[in-house]
């Protein structure tokens, strides 16, 4: 076996230095520096007793570790200045001990060698500043006191690898308002237990790998999201390893339209007193227009049931997505479910959604294109008086659902809304028209698909309403119309033609009662 004494020795030599103590760094009043050894900071301003090291990227070219835990001689404390070592290159490492009592805005912002940061040791450290590591792609591990009281606004955010317990940067005494702290930090993992005194939370937690969170006993969070309804202020995005999530009563505003949980394919059960668990607790969706807008898009296999907020105004793309949603009951301010000009659906491929209660809805007046979608477990839906639109393919692949009551305010159905509704063999689908429009409904001209398939294949049906002393007038065209079950009461038919697109189609007019039920054999 060959050795090299020269390799020995200087792995002795650096044990040795290693082990040694360090010398107390020297402030230098003169030169404005702080040095021990052949590390000098600068542009070190004084204050009594207290040393701030550099503002505006003062130290952005120091490189190695940074260890200020030995003192500085003469007794003084300090402060990192804002931006103090921002965009440094070649910053490995930093430490601190009591002697820190402060840190500027954005102080080691895109560090990009830095790896780790022990602060434990600076018990006089009561917040951590806005910013403090945003963008250390390289930070692996952080340490800070439980003294700390407050943390700024994304002071871990685009920590790439930083691979830690999140509680550990979470001290109990942690009080005020989060935003955005741990923002697309994606190896951050751990069962939250958010300490009590956190009032607000928005972005804080999203792409990360936490697998639970709760609220802890007393917990006075009252809002989640951000009125400003950023995409970087939903709190849960796309946490793919959430399963279970527990809020207690305090909440008081949840601001849907920041997409919370959107993507997180493992969230099993939500606890959100007011929204998803019984409760005499009021919770605002935000108030004023607010759109919830992908709120719990994708959530795989989260099987709650849900009741909107009052003040929660549009539904799009909330539970687009999420196939085992049971269940869903609007409150009174809704006015739009879906879009009508695109297909931006609220509930598309829902595919456990049993029940959509709009009994409570006194505003709405649009169900979207695609809207209901493939919700093959829906087998009955009143929509209520005051809607007035229905896009296409509102309940196509709606292969359950088997009573469908119209409003009497309806004017406008879009093509192929009902297509492959309750298709099952021998399932009948009772669509009921409630009252008396006043005008044929546009929207459903000659050409349009409304019940059925493609262009020219059996089920393309056309009709329009008019009203008749107590009855309708509705005319049919197909190009084979024995599929169509009429109703079995008094009724009166008429044959004839019509041209639509320069041809002639066959059409059968019928006269119907008040109330009739038109169903539909597939």
């Known amino acids: 076996m060959h050795t090299h004494p020269v390799f020995f020795a200087a792995l002795a030599l650096s044990l040795g230095a290693s082990s040694s103590v360090r010398a107390a760094w020297t402030f230098d009043s003169s030169a404005k520096t702080l040095s021990e050894g052949t590390f000098v900071l600068e542009n070190v301003t004084v204050s009594g007793s207290t040393l701030t090291i550099g503002d505006n990227k003062s130290n952005a070219d120091i490189a190695g570790d940074v260890d200020l835990s030995s003192g500085i001689a003469g007794g003084y404390v300090v402060k990192l200045g804002g931006y103090c070592f921002q965009g440094n290159s070649s910053l490995t490492g930093f430490k601190s001990g009591a002697e820190l009592i402060a840190t500027g805005n954005n102080a080691f912002q895109n560090c ?139 909440l008081e505003t949840f601001y849907g339209q920041n997409n919370h949980f959107q993507l997180c394919s493992a969230l099993v059960n939500l606890t959100l007193p007011g929204i998803t668990a019984p409760s005499g607790h009021v919770v605002s969706g935000g108030g004023g227009a607010k759109d919830w807008s992908s709120t719990f898009r994708d959530c795989l296999v989260l099987t709650n049931a849900f009741t909107i907020p009052d003040d929660v105004t549009k539904l799009t793309q909330t539970f687009d997505g999420s196939k085992c949603i049971r269940g869903v009951t609007l409150g009174k301010s809704v006015r739009q479910i879906g879009n009508f000009s695109n297909s931006e659906s609220a509930f598309t491929d829902n595919r456990a959604l049993e029940f959509v209660d709009l009994s409570t809805t006194t505003n709405l007046t649009d169900i979207g294109q695609l809207n209901f979608s493939s919700c093959q477990a829906l087998r009955e839906l009143t929509i209520p008086n005051t809607v007035t639109n229905i896009g296409r393919e509102a309940f196509v692949n709606c292969t359950s659902l088997t009573n469908l009551v119209l409003p009497e305010g309806l004017r406008r159905i879009g093509p192929q809304s ?84 320069n041809k002639t189609t066959q059409y059968i007019m019928w006269w119907y009662p008040r109330d009739f039920t038109l169903m539909i054999l597939r």
């Open 418 to 501: 009902f297509k492959n509704v309750a298709r099952n063999t021998g399932v009948l689908c009772d669509i009921w028209w409630r009252g008396t429009p006043d005008v044929p409904l546009p929207g459903i001209g000659t050409g349009d698909s409304v019940m059925g398939g493609d262009e020219g294949a059996s089920y393309r049906i056309t009709h329009h309403f008019w009203i008749e002393d107590e009855g309708y007038w509705a005319a049919w065209a197909s190009d084979n119309a024995d599929y169509i079950e009429l109703p079995p009461t008094e009724k009166r038919k008429v044959k004839g033609t019509w041209k639509d697109h």
């Open 112 to 250: 990009s060698a830095l790896t780790n940061a022990d602060l434990s040791a600076s018990t006089g450290l009561t917040a951590l500043s806005p910013s403090l590591f945003n963008g250390c792609k390289k930070l692996r591990r952080v340490a800070i006191p439980s003294t700390i009281a407050t943390i700024g606004s994304t002071a871990f955010q685009n920590c790439s690898e930083l691979e830690m317990d999140v509680n550990d940067l979470l001290p109990s005494g942690l009080s005020g308002p989060l935003y955005r702290t741990f923002y697309n930090s994606p190896k951050l993992y751990g069962d939250v237990v958010l300490p009590a005194g956190v009032t607000a939370i928005s972005g804080d937690f999203a792409y990360s790998a936490i697998t639970s969170f709760q609220t802890a006993e007393g917990s006075a969070l009252a809002t989640i999201g951000h009125s400003a309804g950023y995409s970087e202020d939903a709190t849960f995005v796309k946490c793919t390893a959430l399963t279970n999530v527990v809020f207690r009563d305090t």
